[in-house]
């Protein structure tokens, strides 16, 4: 049974912090460090945006721009691993504001940065296996990264919703795999407010191990080499892993810049990928084929192979739900007001 | 320890969260937030009140910078406080978002986005619901 993208829709905060502001403030070489992490800006979440409110603007337009009502919609699954409440689920919150209740199973999922994708495995499931018709699959994040730690360059908040179904398709999933182990690169322990991570062990036997060999599993299982497809989207810590891991695999810059978005927004985690499928699903054509292979620390990766069918054509894809004009349209903040924001600052009393 | 205080705003939740109102049947009148009898037809729309989900779109009639914040609401100081009028007809006072001096005029076009309202403190509950953003 042919299991597909129904219709997708994005969402990225308006504020923009600068690298060079950041290490500006911490004493590091402002030009420098952005060229060393290949991100130059990263987007930050106001003070009343969280993974909440970012996942409902994505679901929202994923859901405008499709067929289906709220009530068809039978899974709401988020992945993300900055959840406002530690019990109390995100899920249940934005499938109230789709129209989807009350006749729908919802949870929240957590893999570090690939709980988005594994959320968009768990609803190809469900409606492949003919359980439920349309599921909805969301990738979100306000992440944290510790005042000075190099985590702070790039983690950034976005989200992206992936209606996944086998009826009104504009691409077919022809096929995901996985790969998953036990290893220690990052991680946030109960009740921490800033993650901890293992600095150059979140390389080589981290990013690059499971992405090198998920994206490989899953081109030797459909039979495919890089030069099958238009396009290549990779989880996105930085604006160089992306590029390198590409390499490795075979690929060319020029497939994986359209859906590498890192540059300018920062590492969204949960919703890296989704993001990046979004930004390629909103220039692509009936027949290319996309190639997109998550990670996770922890560690895992999660890899799909998409064709883009005849049906995208008839999508609204332009205007401010489009995931250039949401990176466009941008307001810069120094560190002070980045900081405030944020919640860095302890207030006097006052709650934020 | 319990907290009731969220429940208040539970019952709200349809209309805060997808600005869901009401329609006479009588004379097409929308209604927001939901009102029991039509203030035109008074008894006649007894019964024929129908729930009517607003498109979250319409106009700036006019606004103001609020510099003394309720409690909650000092970090976003100044913020913009503006009454909207909707395309279906009701009028309503939301805060203004992601816009600045400058982007909000009478007769500004805005859309509705779903932004966080206020919490019960950190351990509490938050609230959710509607504000807007200029075109």
Same mark, same amino acid.
């Given at each position: 049974m042919v299991v597909g993208i129904v219709s997708y829709g994005a969402c990225i905060p308006r504020y923009r912090i600068s690298s060079e502001d950041i290490a500006r403030v911490w004493g590091q070489n402002p030009p420098l460090i952005g060229k060393q992490l290949g991100v130059f800006s990263k987007s930050v979440p106001s003070s009343d945006e969280d993974v909440v409110t970012l996942a409902v603007e994505a679901a929202r337009t994923a859901m405008r721009r499709s067929p289906v009502a709220g009530d068809m919609v039978n899974a709401v699954y988020v992945g993300s691993e900055s959840h406002p409440y530690a019990v109390k689920p995100t899920a249940g919150i934005v499938a109230e504001a789709i129209g989807a209740t009350p006749n729908l199973t919802a949870a929240d999922f957590e893999f570090a940065c690939k709980a988005g994708t594994a959320a968009m495995q768990s609803c190809m499931g469900l409606v492949g296996s003919g359980m439920m018709d349309y599921g909805m699959a969301i990738g979100a994040d306000t992440s944290q990264g510790a005042p000075g730690d190099a985590l702070e360059y790039s983690a950034s908040a976005g989200a992206a919703a992936i209606l996944v179904g086998?009826?009104?398709?504009? @691409?077919?999933?022809e096929h995901t795999c996985s790969y998953t182990t036990d290893t220690p690169d990052f991680w946030r322990r109960e009740g921490q407010i800033y993650p901890q991570h293992g600095g150059r062990f979140t390389? @080589?036997?981290a990013y690059f191990k499971h992405i090198l060999a998920c994206g490989r599993d899953l081109m030797k299982a459909v039979s495919t080499g890089p030069g099958d497809y238009k396009y290549a989207i990779f989880h996105q810590p930085n604006g160089k892993f992306p590029l390198r891991v590409a390499e490795e695999l075979g690929f060319k810059p020029e497939q994986v810049r359209p859906g590498l978005l890192a540059p300018e927004i920062g590492n969204t985690y949960s919703a890296a990928v989704p993001l990046g499928l979004a930004a390629v699903l909103d220039i692509a054509v009936p027949g290319d084929r996309i190639f997109v292979t998550a990670y996770g620390s922890g560690a895992g990766s999660d890899a799909f192979d998409i064709t883009v069918v005849?049906?995208?054509?008839?999508?609204?894809?332009?205007?401010?739900?489009a995931v250039r004009s949401m990176i466009e349209r941008k307001v810069m903040i120094d560190y002070a007001t980045y900081a405030k924001l944020r919640g860095k600052i302890t207030m006097g009393g006052a709650s934020r | 320890m319990s907290g009731l205080a969220g429940v208040r705003f539970w019952r709200e939740t349809k209309s805060r969260y997808n600005l869901t109102g009401n329609r006479c049947g009588v004379c097409g009148t929308v209604f927001f937030p939901p009102r029991?009898?039509?203030? #035109?037809c008074h008894r006649e729309s007894i019964g024929r009140m129908e729930e009517h989900k607003l498109k979250g779109t319409g106009e700036v009639l006019t606004w103001t910078f609020v510099?003394?914040? #309720?409690?909650?609401f000092e970090i976003q100081v100044p913020y913009i406080l503006a009454m909207v009028r909707l395309d279906e007809g009701p009028a309503l006072l939301a805060q203004m978002v992601d816009c600045g001096p400058g982007e909000v005029r009478i007769g500004t076009r805005v859309h509705s986005v779903f932004r966080k309202i206020g919490e019960e403190g950190k351990s509490g509950v938050i609230y959710y619901g509607y504000k807007f953003v200029p075109d």
């Amino acid at each position: 049974m042919v299991v597909g993208i129904v219709s997708y829709g994005a969402c990225i905060p308006r504020y923009r912090i600068s690298s060079e502001d950041i290490a500006r403030v911490w004493g590091q070489n402002p030009p420098l460090i952005g060229k060393q992490l290949g991100v130059f800006s990263k987007s930050v979440p106001s003070s009343d945006e969280d993974v909440v409110t970012l996942a409902v603007e994505a679901a929202r337009t994923a859901m405008r721009r499709s067929p289906v009502a709220g009530d068809m919609v039978n899974a709401v699954y988020v992945g993300s691993e900055s959840h406002p409440y530690a019990v109390k689920p995100t899920a249940g919150i934005v499938a109230e504001a789709i129209g989807a209740t009350p006749n729908l199973t919802a949870a929240d999922f957590e893999f570090a940065c690939k709980a988005g994708t594994a959320a968009m495995q768990s609803c190809m499931g469900l409606v492949g296996s003919g359980m439920m018709d349309y599921g909805m699959a969301i990738g979100a994040d306000t992440s944290q990264g510790a005042p000075g730690d190099a985590l702070e360059y790039s983690a950034s908040a976005g989200a992206a919703a992936i209606l996944v179904g086998k009826k009104n398709l504009i @691409a077919t999933i022809e096929h995901t795999c996985s790969y998953t182990t036990d290893t220690p690169d990052f991680w946030r322990r109960e009740g921490q407010i800033y993650p901890q991570h293992g600095g150059r062990f979140t390389g @080589a036997p981290a990013y690059f191990k499971h992405i090198l060999a998920c994206g490989r599993d899953l081109m030797k299982a459909v039979s495919t080499g890089p030069g099958d497809y238009k396009y290549a989207i990779f989880h996105q810590p930085n604006g160089k892993f992306p590029l390198r891991v590409a390499e490795e695999l075979g690929f060319k810059p020029e497939q994986v810049r359209p859906g590498l978005l890192a540059p300018e927004i920062g590492n969204t985690y949960s919703a890296a990928v989704p993001l990046g499928l979004a930004a390629v699903l909103d220039i692509a054509v009936p027949g290319d084929r996309i190639f997109v292979t998550a990670y996770g620390s922890g560690a895992g990766s999660d890899a799909f192979d998409i064709t883009v069918v005849e049906a995208i054509n008839s999508m609204d894809r332009t205007g401010p739900s489009a995931v250039r004009s949401m990176i466009e349209r941008k307001v810069m903040i120094d560190y002070a007001t980045y900081a405030k924001l944020r919640g860095k600052i302890t207030m006097g009393g006052a709650s934020r | 320890m319990s907290g009731l205080a969220g429940v208040r705003f539970w019952r709200e939740t349809k209309s805060r969260y997808n600005l869901t109102g009401n329609r006479c049947g009588v004379c097409g009148t929308v209604f927001f937030p939901p009102r029991p009898v039509c203030t #035109r037809c008074h008894r006649e729309s007894i019964g024929r009140m129908e729930e009517h989900k607003l498109k979250g779109t319409g106009e700036v009639l006019t606004w103001t910078f609020v510099h003394e914040p #309720r409690p909650g609401f000092e970090i976003q100081v100044p913020y913009i406080l503006a009454m909207v009028r909707l395309d279906e007809g009701p009028a309503l006072l939301a805060q203004m978002v992601d816009c600045g001096p400058g982007e909000v005029r009478i007769g500004t076009r805005v859309h509705s986005v779903f932004r966080k309202i206020g919490e019960e403190g950190k351990s509490g509950v938050i609230y959710y619901g509607y504000k807007f953003v200029p075109d």
